[in-house]
């Protein structure tokens, strides 16, 4: 059964840094899509970043473009997001999520059958 856990999550100010940690088990495939989601209070949860392990691709969204990265350590089992310049606008519970390797958009919630129990970051100063 595949477990999903994420770590890193905290209080930072505006333009901190934190590195989120997803530290998944229980794959059957070495193929596979990592995707991180946030929901800020009161909003729907969005796309965030996401990694494809069939070609190693990433995705990013325009609203954190050139501040967030995602990457992976395979020896880990572990895919990060880290997160440079934040606002107080990326404040939010941070998910990772993962499904088949293959499908529509990689922020389709819908094709996410697995999902980590989120961790709380929070931009202020």
């Known amino acids: 059964q595949v477990q999903l856990v994420e770590s890193g999550g905290g209080l930072v100010q505006p333009g901190g840094s934190l590195r989120l940690s997803c530290k998944a088990s229980?794959?059957?495939?070495?193929?596979?899509?990592i995707g991180w989601f946030r929901q800020a209070p009161g909003k729907e949860r969005e796309g965030v970043s996401c990694?494809?392990?069939?070609?190693?691709?990433?995705y990013t969204a325009d609203s954190v473009k050139g501040r967030f990265t995602i990457s992976r350590d395979n020896a880990k089992s572990t895919v990060y997001l880290q997160m440079n310049s934040l606002k107080p606008e990326d404040t939010a519970v941070y998910y990772c999520?993962?499904?088949?390797?293959?499908?529509?958009?990689?922020?389709?919630?819908?094709?996410?059958?697995?999902w980590g129990q989120g961790t709380q970051v929070t931009v202020s100063s």
């Open positions: 999520a993962s499904r088949r390797p293959y499908g529509t958009s990689c922020f389709n919630q819908l094709e996410y059958n697995h």
């Open positions: 990694f494809k392990s069939t070609d190693g691709s990433t």
């Open positions: 229980g794959f059957t495939s070495d193929y596979y899509t």
